[in-house]
């Protein structure tokens, strides 16, 4: 017996060594954080002048990111752009840029976010001027050509009009623009366009004395009016002339 107990007491031992052992690194990782450097927020990779561009499924250009600096983080698989362009291009139409101070791409890169003077520009075409947006805030998703913002926008488009409200959101396949609230237009005719002439009418003035006097000109299109006088002969007007 006493050559069993000699034997089974240091396994007896080690294994309770082992499950206190288990249990202190399990507690440790419940309540503590990793110290592997997995959830700290330090870049993977940084890259300068960074452009990207992307294709329809036709292999058309659709759009280009571009930014002077662009970092990537792989704890949540973020993305930062110092000051970045995006340009979207459609065909046989101006194309439209968009361009920030900040900006971050979503891990699936559905979403881009500009912020700080951000600026969109839609180039002048036929029949249209230039048109800018401004804004502090902006979201675009590509692969749905959508643009939206809950921040305060500023729209202006060539020649004199200006629009301001708070919240946009522009379909491009709709070709619509969305404002949401507080919406105010300010527009001013272009000096250099002569407004249009009406068809030419003539005035018919009524001497009758029975006419009320509220109404003795009317306009009347369409109508015509003649004026006669009675003049008397030459010879006549001189002979009276002479007497």
């Given amino acids: 017996m006493l050559g069993r107990s000699t034997i089974f007491f240091p396994l007896v031992l080690a294994i309770l060594l082992a499950l206190i052992t288990f249990w202190i690194n399990l507690t440790v990782e419940q309540s503590g954080t990793k110290i592997d450097g997995s959830t700290r927020h330090d870049p993977d990779y940084t890259l300068n002048n960074f452009v990207n561009t992307h294709t329809d499924l036709t292999g058309k250009l659709h759009y280009v990111i ?69 804004t502090e805030k902006l979201t675009i998703f590509p692969n749905q050509d959508l643009v939206k913002t809950n921040s305060p926008v500023v729209i202006k488009q060539a020649p004199k009009t200006v629009i301001t409200a708070t919240g946009m959101i522009y379909d491009k396949n709709s070709r619509t623009v969305q404002l949401l609230s507080k919406v105010r237009v300010h527009y001013e005719r272009p000096t250099d366009i002569k407004p249009k002439t009406a068809k030419s009418s003539t005035t018919q003035i009524n001497t009758s004395p029975t006419a009320n006097p509220k109404h003795d000109i009317r306009s009347k299109p369409n109508t015509t009016s003649k004026m006669t006088s009675k003049k008397k002969p030459l010879k006549n007007q001189l002979r009276t002339k002479n007497e």
């Fill in 66 to 134: 571009a930014a002077t600096e662009m970092v990537h983080f792989p704890d949540d698989d973020s993305t930062v752009l110092q000051r970045p362009r995006f340009t979207e291009f459609t065909i046989n139409k101006p194309y439209m840029q968009i361009e920030g101070l900040r900006g971050y791409v979503s891990s699936n890169g559905e979403e881009v976010e500009m912020i700080d003077n951000v600026k969109v520009v839609r180039q002048a075409f036929e029949g249209k001027g230039e048109m800018q947006v401004l």
